[in-house]
């Protein structure tokens, strides 16, 4: 009885009684809907990557760090506004365009910890291989990550000139005045989020540990900008003004400040003076921006063809 299992079992012609094979339809349904392009991908990813910047549809904990800066950032704008409302003042004490400037340190630690959810996640875990076996080209994937940086690092810098410019016009203040003022300051916000997200992109993409992109991003940006400042502030005590304009080519903060002197009347120790010194700062501010986002693309083709 055995020797007739086993050849029952062996035996091809067994399985059917005309001696063929048969394919089961188990219910599996092909897909039958839209099939979106490369364009709706990238949406998608531009989405989820700003969602992701302030943690939103992550773990708890991934919403501490970047809701905490966000709001000690936004902080002092209402406390502002409150003060204004209470005493009656007729001026904001602090413009728009400074504002930035006195919340770098905020600013820097936001974009230095949130670049490495973006770009360096995909890199450690290997997902950035499906990414770009879609129908998704690598320079397209570099810019979607990058504009969802660019839009985190601009609700940072926009919700506190929204705010003060909302206590402005609460407080019957000239309302052409602000607005102009307001708007200076959010067309310089813009240069410095597509600067700081480019510098930090660029950083995190060639790191696979978060740690080390967070560090050096932090050290470039933090540390980087400490040393013009000092170096300015030293040329402007030793009347070397040219070394400190100079000096403030090299820093994206620095350029800020610059900027902020030429447009909105700011106080600093070297700001740049004639037009070949501030076209300099505007020229560097920009190239610097689309330099980082060159090397953006160029890194992600690497990585599509390695």
Known sequence: MCSAMSELSTDPSSATPEGRSVIHDLGYRPYTGPRLGPAAIARALLVTGF??????????????????LLGLNILPSVIIGGVMVLVGLKELPIGYAQYASTTQVLLGIFVAAQAPVLFSRDLRHGTISLYLARPLPSATYAIARWGALLGATLVFLVSPVVILYAVALLGELD???????????????????????GVAGLIASWSTRRG????????LLLLGNGIVTAIQAIAGEEHHARVGEVAGLFSPYSLYRGLMAMWADGDIATPPTGVPMQTAYVVVFVGLSAACLGGLVWRYRRVATA
């Open 51 to 68: 969602r992701n910047a302030f943690g939103l549809g992550r773990s708890g904990r991934s919403k501490v760090l970047p809701f905490i």
């Open 175 to 197: 309302v052409s005045d602000q607005s102009r003022d307001a708007a200076v300051a959010a067309g310089m916000a813009v240069l410095l989020a597509l600067a700081l997200a």
């Open 212 to 219: 080390f992109a967070v560090v050096a991003t932090i050290a």
